[in-house]
């Protein structure tokens, strides 16, 4: 039996700590919250997140951050991205350097646009930075907490580091794949929400799936062309992280991204919408920070530009696709064509 980690008690943490505990890990679980500690060390729930499942007694609830890192063998961060600096920071004085970090959030750091795994690696200046896993894919907390089969990736540049991972979480209803893209997959799995904003927006509009298709579809070029920008191998977005996370996002009611996006098209504006979901949105903040690195690094993104301009500039959804469906006409696998002629479209 080895201690494992899962900081913060979220939906998501919670589920990955009822996997490792399945497993026959001891885990300990962190929360700043007293109440969440008691409820899940006497009730075994988690009732704000997860209100419906019993939770193994394997795992056990504490407010202390060096009684839940010092002698832990991995470390899971499944903070939102927002607070992932300030979490990674605060346990450094308890973590070893042996110790495997993994991290299961989607989404880039506002303020510097950088990626989950670099910012660990700045705050955790002890861990050797290619060992640094993150684990993504198609996943709801929900349905992972029930037991549903569910099958994720784990990416890091040194293998042995990603099997580790993959041997922590590995379980009958719960496959693990290896990859060692740990950009492609960041990059996949934060991008999605934005997609997944607008597939909600679109049926809250009522807009259909032929509409919706486009969407995914499309938004998936989009990524692409950011992830390759950014040095990622292209055939990580046909995988887990990639289509497989699109899919789920945009399908799935379980996904706040869609539940805020369908919000979004019924009329709501956005301080509501937030007000109204209770939990983060990790779409919102990364809509704002692809835009920006879509200008940084001169990659057409239309579905994301008009998403930015819906949430932040107040265009109104319905005019937001209209503006999609006016674009220029073009090649649908631009990069191809534009091989093919021997030249740059325009």
Not at 77 to 91: D, Q, T
Not at 152 to 165: G, R, S, T, Y
């Amino acid at each position: 039996m080895k201690k494992t980690a899962v900081l913060v008690a979220g939906s998501w943490g919670t589920a990955l700590a009822s996997v490792l505990a399945d497993n026959g890990h001891e885990v300990v679980l962190w929360t700043r919250h007293p109440e969440q500690v008691h409820e899940i060390n006497t009730l075994h729930t988690n009732s704000r997140y997860l209100k419906d499942a019993v939770l193994s007694g394997r795992i056990y609830a504490t407010q202390s951050l060096e009684e839940a890192v010092r002698g832990a063998e991995a470390v899971v961060l499944a903070s939102p991205s927002s607070g992932m600096r300030e979490v990674a920071g605060n346990i450094r004085p308890f973590l070893s350097s042996e110790t495997l970090v993994i991290h299961a959030a989607k989404g880039f750091e506002a303020e510097t646009l950088k990626r989950m795994t670099s910012v660990i690696a700045e705050e955790l200046p002890q861990q050797d930075p290619d060992r640094i896993v993150v684990l993504s894919g198609p996943s709801h907390a929900e349905e992972v907490i029930v037991k549903c089969p569910t099958t994720i990736v784990v990416a890091a540049k040194q293998l042995d580091a990603a099997e580790a991972a993959q041997d922590f979480f590995m379980s009958p209803y719960f496959r693990v794949y290896t990859n060692p893209d740990v950009v492609g997959v960041e990059v996949s799995g934060a991008l999605k929400n934005i997609i997944a904003l607008g597939a909600g927006m679109s049926d809250g509009l009522q807009f259909g799936d032929n509409a919706k298709a486009a969407l995914m579809t499309r938004g998936l070029a989009e990524i692409a062309r950011l992830g390759v920008a950014l040095e990622a191998n292209p055939l990580t977005f046909a995988g887990l992280s990639g289509f497989g996370d699109l899919v789920v996002t945009c399908t799935s009611r379980h996904s706040r991204n869609w539940r805020a996006g369908y919000m979004l098209g019924q009329g709501k504006p956005l301080a509501t919408v937030l007000e109204e979901m209770g939990m983060v949105v990790e779409g919102v903040k990364t809509t704002r920070a692809a835009y920006q690195m879509s200008k940084q690094y001169q990659v057409r993104m239309p579905i994301t530009q008009v998403l930015y301009q819906v949430l932040f500039e107040g265009k109104e959804p319905k005019q937001g696709v209209e503006d999609l469906m006016g674009r220029v006409r073009t090649h649908e696998i631009e990069e191809i064509a534009q091989e093919a002629a021997g030249k740059w479209l325009v």
